[in-house]
């Protein structure tokens, strides 16, 4: 079994809560609008680090990541993308299994024709009321299961 720690839209503000919720994960997965490399850097002290560039990202730092990332988890293809209106393709006809996406800061765990789209909401300052939150997904045996982490803040 693999465990994938699901962050995104941190804008800078990496919060003690999301560091343990992560804490012994094997790759951590960060959606965009990170808004600093220091988050990166925080994050690859507790695991494996594969993050896309979000709207906000504009600094320097910024033109490393990409704007979309293709990870294999355990055998099951991920799509890492910030905005998933940004998706232009059937993701299931590219083999991919989860959509990973933020953005919105809206927590969502969805699936459709058979690919889950998961999108952990916001882990840095809170917007309007909607909480603050992480995902863990779950591979075994070729299937993904993600579940909502809200933080305690």
Same mark, same amino acid.
């Given at each position: 079994?693999?465990?994938?720690?699901?962050?995104?839209?941190?804008?800078?503000?990496? $919060?003690?809560?999301?560091? %343990? +919720?992560? @804490?012994?994960?094997?790759?951590? #997965?960060? =959606? /965009?609008?990170?808004?600093?490399?220091?988050?990166?850097?925080?994050?690859?002290?507790?695991?494996?680090?594969?993050?896309?560039?979000?709207?906000?990202? $504009?600094?320097?730092?910024? %033109? +490393?990541? @990409?704007?979309?990332?293709?990870? #294999?988890? =355990? /055998?099951?293809?991920?799509?890492?993308?910030?905005?998933?209106?940004?998706?232009?393709?059937?993701?299931?006809?590219?083999?991919?299994?989860?959509?990973?996406?933020?953005?919105?800061? %809206?927590?969502?765990?969805?699936?459709?024709?058979? #690919?889950?789209?998961?999108?952990?909401?916001?882990?840095?300052?809170?917007?309007?009321?909607?909480?603050?939150?992480?995902?863990?997904?779950?591979?075994?045996?070729?299937?993904?299961?993600?579940?909502?982490?809200?933080?305690?803040?």
């Amino acid at each position: 079994m693999a465990r994938v720690g699901v962050i995104s839209d941190t804008h800078g503000l990496l $919060r003690p809560e999301a560091i %343990r +919720a992560l @804490r012994g994960v094997d790759l951590i #997965v960060h =959606a /965009g609008d990170v808004g600093a490399l220091e988050v990166i850097e925080r994050l690859r002290a507790i695991a494996r680090v594969v993050a896309v560039r979000g709207n906000n990202d $504009r600094d320097a730092w910024a %033109r +490393a990541p @990409r704007e979309r990332e293709t990870v #294999v988890v =355990a /055998g099951v293809r991920l799509l890492v993308i910030h905005d998933v209106k940004e998706l232009h393709a059937d993701p299931a006809a590219l083999g991919v299994r989860v959509v990973v996406a933020g953005h919105s800061h %809206r927590p969502s765990v969805d699936e459709r024709e058979g #690919v889950l789209f998961l999108n952990p909401g916001s882990a840095g300052p809170r917007r309007f009321t909607l909480p603050v939150s992480v995902a863990m997904l779950t591979v075994r045996a070729g299937r993904p299961r993600a579940r909502l982490v809200t933080l305690d803040v």
